[in-house]
């Protein structure tokens, strides 16, 4: 087993390493975010312009659910990675400097057990929010509410 020392060094490298990826993840996040807004607008700005209210209608301003779907899957999935990475911060932090097990091991899924399902995430608070109102804000378009 290396000594202090060296197991301090690897402790700051792989945090360093770790806070980068979580940087990643939320940048991934923000930027899913602001391509959902922008897809699910395009495609109810896009839809055909024969009458107004007609059934086939509807269904194609329902067409932008596709891409609001999507993106709140892959949302989800950046959000549930993320959470996996910030369990390994903690693991690294509290036990790097007593032992080298997993020395530089960046898989985080070893934690995936550890948190929230990407089911249960994609309604947490946050994403439930966001996707929702703009579920909520698409249906009020097709159906002509306002």
């Known amino acids: 087993m290396p000594d202090k020392e060296t ?3 690897f402790l ?3 945090v360093d390493l770790i806070q980068e990826i979580v940087k990643r993840m939320a940048f ?4 899913i975010k602001g391509w959902t807004l ?3 607008v395009a495609s ?3 839809r055909g312009t024969k009458g107004t209210g007609t059934e086939s209608q509807v269904w194609a301003d329902f067409i932008a659910f596709i ?3 999507v993106f709140w899957f892959l949302d989800a999935y950046f959000l549930w990675q993320e959470r996996m990475y ?8 509290a036990n790097r400097l007593a032992t080298d097990e997993f020395l530089l091991d ?9 948190v929230q399902s990407r089911f249960r995430i994609m309604f947490s608070t946050t994403l439930g929010w966001f996707y929702g109102a703009i579920a909520v804000l698409i249906v009020i378009y097709a159906l002509r509410l306002f």
């Open 67 to 69: 891409p609001l779907l």
């Open 12 to 14: 700051l490298k792989e």
């Open 106 to 114: 960046l898989n985080a899924y070893r934690f995936k057990e550890e």
């Open 28 to 31: 991934n996040s923000f930027m």
């Open 38 to 40: 922008t897809l699910v």
């Open 86 to 93: 910030r369990k390994l911060y903690e693991w690294v932090v």
């Open 44 to 46: 109810l700005l896009l």
């Open 7 to 9: 197991l301090r060094e």
